[in-house]
């Protein structure tokens, strides 16, 4: 029987999972703690690894001569080194569309609390010097608003939907999709990144992190005043300190923050002293219903993996093994 590793804490219903699989056999090795060093010294026996946000380093890999398939507990994939996987064909695994819902509902709440200034808000109750904060008129309508949504895939295409139902003008950038066919039914794509930059008034990234910020100071520069940024993609994809002054200068009204470039982010991270910056920590895709498929689905890829009955559009790497 296969041994199964998961690193990192799973929803309840994913534990009662895995402790179905030992009765029926299965040696399972559980670790709750979100730590390379704390799951690594259990590797080399393992056939199989479920694997939350902690990285996954070519050195780990190196230790680990049995296994044969990793499964992301998300979509994501930056701590793991590929490469090194690549290297030893061992495949690595997403879960499907278990979590576009929560992401897009939470991009929609960055939305709508940055446009009402919903931190400033706050605190204007909370201290009576400064109830009349309110007749500043910095909250804002989102309605009749330009939207750009960059990456237009479940997430990006489900918040499309959501903001069609706050009257606001959606359109999306995603070049891949231009390359190969933009969806039926889908909204208007725009070109080029600078023409999207140019009509937004509000954006939204559900893109993966690249070599270097998709928005940087030559990005913010095409923006309008008052711009409103959410980012439930993944740190690194907005340069922080560009955001930083922008927010500042009025160039953005506000940000919606639940990725940073270090997670968790130091104490002297800038964007914790700006009040128009909504920050949460990374639980986008960490709602309870969206936990429990996480948890079911990332033990079910490596299940059905190891039988080869995996569905192939679940494997990011599915060269690993040419």
């Known amino acids: 029987m296969p041994h199964l590793l998961v690193a990192g804490k799973l929803h309840p219903t994913g534990v009662a999972r895995l402790d179905a699989l030992q009765r029926d056999g299965v040696e399972v090795t559980y670790i709750e703690e979100i730590s390379e060093d704390s799951y690594s010294q259990h590797i080399e026996t393992a056939d199989a690894l479920v694997i939350r946000t902690q990285p996954l380093s070519a050195a780990t890999i190196e230790q680990a001569k049995r296994l044969k ?14 490469g090194a996987l690549n290297a030893r064909g061992i495949a690595l695994t997403i879960v499907g569309d278990v979590n576009s819902a929560s992401v897009a509902e939470h991009a929609m709440m960055q939305l709508l609390a940055c446009a009402k200034q919903a931190i400033r808000a706050d605190r204007a109750v909370r201290d009576p010097a400064q109830w009349g ?7 804002r309508e989102i309605s009749g608003r330009n939207l750009l949504i960059i990456g237009y895939g479940r997430a990006g295409q489900k918040l499309a939907q959501m903001a069609a139902g706050f009257d606001m003008k959606v359109r999306a950038y995603d070049p891949n999709l231009l390359a190969h066919g933009w969806p039926d039914g889908a909204v208007s794509p725009v070109s080029d990144l600078p ?16 070599d270097s910020p998709l928005l940087s100071a030559a990005e913010f520069a095409l923006m309008k005043q008052g711009m409103i940024i959410a980012n439930t993609a993944r740190g690194g994809v907005v340069c922080e300190d560009t955001l930083r002054k922008a927010l500042s200068d009025g160039t953005v009204h506000a940000a919606g923050l639940d990725v940073f470039e270090t997670e968790p982010p130091t104490s002297d991270m800038a964007l914790t002293n700006c ?3 909504l920050l949460s920590p990374h639980i986008a895709g960490l709602t309870e219903e969206a936990s429990e498929r996480m948890a079911l689905a990332s033990i079910e890829n490596t299940l059905t993996y190891l039988d ?11 060269n690993a093994l040419t």
Request: with cysteine; hydrophobic share 35%.
């Open 195 to 210: 023409e999207g930059l140019r009509w937004a008034d509000c954006l939204s990234l559900h893109v993966p992190r690249g």
């Open 275 to 277: 009040d128009n910056a």
């Open 308 to 318: 080869q009955t995996i569905d192939p559009d679940l494997i990011v790497n599915r």
């Open 133 to 139: 904060w309110r007749n500043r008129l910095e909250q």
């Open 69 to 82: 398939v990793v499964s992301r507990h998300g979509v994501g994939y930056d701590a793991v080194d590929v």
